[in-house]
Every structure is written in C-alpha cells, then in structure tokens.
C-alpha cells in the first residue's frame, strides 16, 4: 500500500507565507501534531518511508516512526514544488494579480511558471519518475511505503497514481499530518 503525509504546521503556514523550497522548520504545534500523528497511526505498518530533504518534512517523519525500525530515506525528487520569487510572500490572495495564484486557483492554467519557479510539468516529471523508479516496483513486491512530503508535492504523486487531469490537483485537500492511502488507479505503467 501507498501512504502518503504532508508535514506538521511551520511558522510561515501560520503567517499564510509561500514557502516552496524554503527550508522552513516545525514550530512547537507542527512537532504536536506530528506526535498526535505518531500515536494515532502506530499500528499502520510501513516497511520504508521516502521524505522530502526539507527539515520539515525530515522532522516529521523522525517524529511520526519514533520508536519503530523503519528505514528514513531522503530523496530530492520529494522535495517541495519551487515558488521562484514568490517564495516568502505573504497571503499571495490580498495580492490583486498576483500571478502564483493561478497556481492555486486553476491550475491547469498556470502554464508560464513565475519568475525562477518549476513548471508543474517538471513538477510531475521529478515526482512521476520517483513513483515509477522506486515506489511501484516495492508495491509491487507487496510493500507499505510512506512518502512525508508537502502539499504540491503530495498533489502531484495523488495526481499521478489516481490519474487525475492538472485542473483537479488540490482535489485531495492534502492537510498537515493527515494519512492519505493511495491505490493505484491500474496496475499499467509506461
């Protein structure tokens, strides 16, 4: 099985901040819902967890499998969706034309990435070629792999393994230390 998580609460999640790349710690609530987390999924087995090289994603998945034998593998393909310049900005919504919220708003439109920042197709190339190197071939060994990532990120793996269109990209509501189990939509893959 396929389990997915996006990383506890940060200070710039508080402040509504873009953060992308940035690599922005767990604040005191972020490392409490990672513990809550921990306790209320300590019977779902993992054989492997995968997580983004960001220290919020890294301080999430050392929290959440404290205590289990559960191997933490660090990959930069897991690594969060670039915001280029838009990194940093706060509420980007009060911003009138701020460019990055087609992003968020409709995203199959959000075909010229801002200034500096990673395309959605290159977004799904990094994240499809991590699904089909390294995740599918342990599903299909029967492993249970757990990917601690981040919110664009995560969209974009429920995208490819459910074979969603680009316009339903925020469809999952990925929400903070929330487990999502992913199925694949076919046992096909190119």
Same mark, same amino acid.
């Given at each position: 099985?396929?389990?997915?998580?996006?990383?506890?609460?940060? +200070?710039?999640?508080?402040?509504?901040?873009?953060?992308?790349?940035? +690599?922005? #710690?767990?604040?005191?609530?972020?490392?409490?819902?990672?513990?809550?987390?921990?306790?209320?999924?300590?019977?779902?087995?993992?054989?492997?967890?995968?997580?983004?090289?960001?220290?919020?994603? %890294?301080?999430?998945?050392?929290?959440?499998? =404290? $205590?289990? +034998?559960?191997?933490?593998?660090?990959?930069?393909?897991?690594? =969060?969706?670039?915001?280029?310049?838009?990194? $940093?900005? =706060?509420?980007?919504?009060?911003?009138?034309?701020?460019?990055?919220?087609?992003?968020?708003?409709?995203?199959?439109?959000?075909?010229? #990435?801002?200034? $500096?920042?990673?395309?959605?197709?290159?977004?799904?190339?990094?994240?499809?070629?991590?699904?089909?190197?390294?995740?599918?071939?342990? @599903?299909?060994? $029967?492993?249970?792999?757990?990917?601690?990532?981040?919110?664009?990120?995560?969209?974009?793996?429920?995208?490819?393994?459910?074979?969603? #269109?680009? %316009?339903?990209?925020?469809?999952?509501?990925?929400?903070?230390?929330? @487990?999502?189990? @992913?199925?694949?939509?076919? %046992?096909?893959?190119?």
């Amino acid at each position: 099985m396929l389990y997915i998580i996006r990383h506890g609460r940060t +200070d710039w999640n508080d402040k509504k901040k873009l953060q992308g790349r940035t +690599d922005i #710690p767990l604040n005191d609530e972020g490392r409490e819902m990672a513990r809550r987390a921990r306790d209320e999924y300590r019977n779902v087995n993992f054989d492997v967890c995968y997580c983004s090289p960001l220290i919020r994603a %890294k301080e999430t998945a050392e929290i959440l499998l =404290e $205590g289990r +034998d559960i191997p933490v593998i660090t990959d930069s393909r897991l690594a =969060e969706m670039c915001f280029g310049t838009y990194e $940093g900005i =706060e509420n980007s919504f009060a911003v009138p034309d701020c460019p990055i919220n087609t992003f968020f708003l409709a995203p199959e439109r959000y075909t010229e #990435p801002v200034e $500096g920042a990673e395309s959605i197709e290159e977004l799904f190339s990094r994240t499809g070629e991590f699904l089909r190197e390294i995740v599918y071939p342990q @599903l299909d060994q $029967g492993k249970d792999v757990l990917i601690v990532g981040h919110g664009a990120m995560n969209c974009s793996i429920v995208c490819q393994v459910r074979e969603l #269109p680009v %316009k339903d990209f925020w469809s999952a509501g990925i929400e903070n230390c929330r @487990l999502m189990t @992913l199925e694949r939509a076919s %046992k096909v893959r190119t």
